[in-house]
């Protein structure tokens, strides 16, 4: 079945730093692929997705390439601030009639200043 | 619009009890589902809904039951709770699709079975 594996956390920057996390995929055919963050106390919401191979998705400075020869959409920013702190999902959603979302376990981020 | 609301937003529960997790959504959209999320698990669909009347089995649909009588409402219902159930849940809505379509998450109820 569907698969998401991202790296784990927490991950601890300071403030503009570089942030790389990363995220691979297991799937059968030509799924979508998506970032989500969780801020503390609240639910999910989409940061960013990517529909196709050779996509970029971006958002808030985030940014994110479908791969698909590396199976890969790994998540970067350029600098960091302390409001970026959140828990970051990578999703993949399959093209089935129901729209299946399989989840990444989840990377904590946090951000000192 | 309000998006996708929970309630209640806490709740304790003692093994054995039952209770319904409250979700619904104003934006007309036909695919709901539930997730919990649990720590070093991401999140795991439970059940969901392409429309109304219609609901199926998720990853760990045992110990749940879903119904989906109006396109707004999707409750669930935890039957008998066990000290296992204790997890966030989280109710989720997306308009059908390809698969390109986003979620929309709900705020989340932190449930406790002791």
């Known amino acids: 079945g569907d698969s998401v594996t991202q790296m784990e956390g927490p991950v601890t920057l300071s403030e503009e730093a570089f942030l790389t996390i990363n995220c691979t995929y297991t799937?059968?055919?030509?799924?979508?692929l998506f970032w989500y963050v969780q801020y503390p106390g609240e639910g999910l919401q989409l940061l960013l997705k990517?529909?196709?191979?050779?996509d970029k998705g971006s958002n808030k400075g985030f940014e994110a390439t479908y791969r698909k020869e590396t199976t890969s959409f790994h998540l970067e920013k350029g600098s960091v601030q302390v409001s970026d702190s959140a828990v970051y999902f990578c999703?993949?959603?399959?093209?089935?009639?129901?729209?299946?979302?399989?989840f990444g376990t989840g990377t904590k981020l946090q951000v000192i200043p | 619009n309000a998006g996708v609301t929970q309630t209640p937003k806490f709740q304790v529960l003692k093994t054995g009890q039952s209770m319904t997790l409250q979700c619904a959504q104003d934006?007309?959209?036909?695919?709901m589902s539930w997730y919990r999320q649990d720590p070093g698990m991401g999140l795991r669909l439970i059940h969901y809904?392409?429309?109304?009347?219609?609901?199926d089995q998720g990853e760990v649909p045992n110990g749940y039951n879903v119904s989906r009588s109006t396109t707004e409402d999707f409750p669930l219902r935890l039957l008998s709770a066990a000290p296992s159930q204790t997890s966030v849940y989280f109710c989720?809505?997306?308009?059908?699709?390809?698969?390109?379509?986003?979620?929309?998450f709900g705020p989340g109820t932190r449930l406790t079975v002791t």
């Open positions: 989720a809505s997306s308009a059908p699709g390809t698969g390109e379509k986003e979620q929309y």
């Open positions: 799937a059968t055919g030509y799924p979508s």
């Open positions: 990517a529909t196709k191979a050779d």
């Open positions: 999703a993949l959603s399959d093209s089935g009639g129901y729209q299946k979302v399989t």
């Open positions: 934006m007309n959209h036909e695919y």
């Open positions: 809904s392409v429309g109304a009347g219609i609901t």
